[in-house]
């Protein structure tokens, strides 16, 4: 299969560790990259790369790779951390991207 | 720091053509890979396809046969064309750069979006 799979929907309590994941074949060949979309906003590059963070994006954010499935990390949640979450990553062949279905975070 | 400004109609009828311009400050689309993605209301995002530096495109498959993508060098910017729309196609657009090195890959500028809305 050339999809990525996300959890619908995660939550966690303020200040908790949370972490969304993402499942595809040709994730055993690629780096994920990780979005935050807030209602209303473009998407916005987290992480990338084996674990990797633009200039901006704070350190609680941190990513991992394992097999078919990447993970976003985020240590000790914030309340502007709520937010849908998306992975991307190329398809089997390299040829196309693909993006899961996106992951909605809720900060208790 | 690279800008991308998306513009275009915001309704557009069912079987006509969807028209959409980016342009970039900031940066070269005679560098990198230049991107289109879309969102329906309240769904996930789906890549469209790109433009490259050189001028190579490379559409989803599941688009190709209604989609194109094309440069303007001297005006730094980049355009979609999606014929035959149907309500389906309603959905905000983004334009983004896309960065490729090796196994790695990602949309990292992107432009604030362009609701398009199919409908007579």
Same mark, same amino acid.
């Given at each position: 299969?050339?999809?990525?799979?996300?959890?619908?929907?995660?939550?966690?309590?303020?200040?908790? #560790? +949370?972490?969304?994941?993402?499942?595809?074949?040709?994730?055993?060949?690629?780096?994920?990259?990780? @979005?935050?979309?807030?209602?209303?906003?473009?998407?916005?590059?987290?992480? @990338?790369?084996?674990?990797?963070?633009?200039?901006?994006?704070?350190?609680?954010?941190?990513?991992?790779?394992?097999?078919? #499935?990447?993970?976003?990390?985020?240590?000790?949640?914030?309340?502007?951390?709520?937010?849908? @979450?998306?992975?991307?990553?190329?398809?089997?062949?390299?040829?196309?991207?693909?993006?899961?279905?996106? #992951?909605?975070?809720? +900060?208790? | 720091?690279?800008?991308?400004?998306?513009?275009?109609?915001?309704?557009? $009828?069912?079987?006509?053509?969807?028209?959409?311009?980016? *342009?970039?400050? &900031?940066?070269?689309?005679?560098?990198?890979?230049? !991107?289109? *993605?879309?969102?329906?209301?309240?769904?996930?995002?789906?890549?469209?396809?790109?433009?490259?530096?050189?001028?190579?495109?490379?559409?989803?498959?599941?688009? $190709?046969?209604?989609?194109? *993508?094309?440069?303007?060098?001297? $005006?730094?910017?980049?355009?979609? $064309?999606?014929?035959?729309?149907?309500?389906?196609?309603?959905?905000?657009?983004?334009?983004?750069?896309?960065?490729?090195?090796?196994?790695? !890959? &990602?949309?990292?500028?992107?432009?604030?979006?362009?609701?398009?809305?199919? !409908? !007579?």
């Amino acid at each position: 299969s050339s999809d990525l799979t996300q959890d619908p929907a995660v939550s966690v309590a303020l200040g908790q #560790t +949370v972490r969304i994941t993402c499942q595809g074949d040709s994730l055993r060949s690629y780096y994920a990259t990780w @979005y935050q979309q807030k209602p209303g906003r473009a998407p916005l590059l987290v992480i @990338y790369d084996k674990n990797n963070r633009p200039s901006g994006i704070p350190d609680r954010f941190s990513g991992s790779n394992s097999g078919n #499935t990447a993970s976003l990390t985020i240590t000790g949640a914030q309340a502007e951390d709520e937010a849908d @979450y998306y992975c991307n990553c190329r398809d089997n062949n390299g040829n196309h991207w693909l993006f899961g279905g996106g #992951t909605k975070l809720t +900060v208790l | 720091q690279v800008q991308l400004q998306e513009s275009g109609p915001g309704l557009v $009828k069912p079987s006509e053509t969807l028209s959409l311009s980016c *342009i970039v400050s &900031g940066g070269s689309i005679s560098s990198d890979y230049w !991107s289109w *993605i879309r969102q329906p209301p309240g769904n996930g995002l789906e890549w469209i396809g790109y433009i490259s530096y050189s001028g190579r495109t490379n559409y989803h498959p599941s688009l $190709k046969s209604r989609v194109t *993508i094309s440069a303007d060098t001297s $005006k730094n910017q980049f355009s979609l $064309k999606l014929n035959s729309v149907t309500a389906a196609d309603t959905a905000v657009y983004y334009c983004a750069r896309l960065t490729i090195v090796g196994a790695t !890959s &990602g949309f990292d500028y992107w432009g604030q979006g362009t609701l398009v809305t199919v !409908s !007579s």
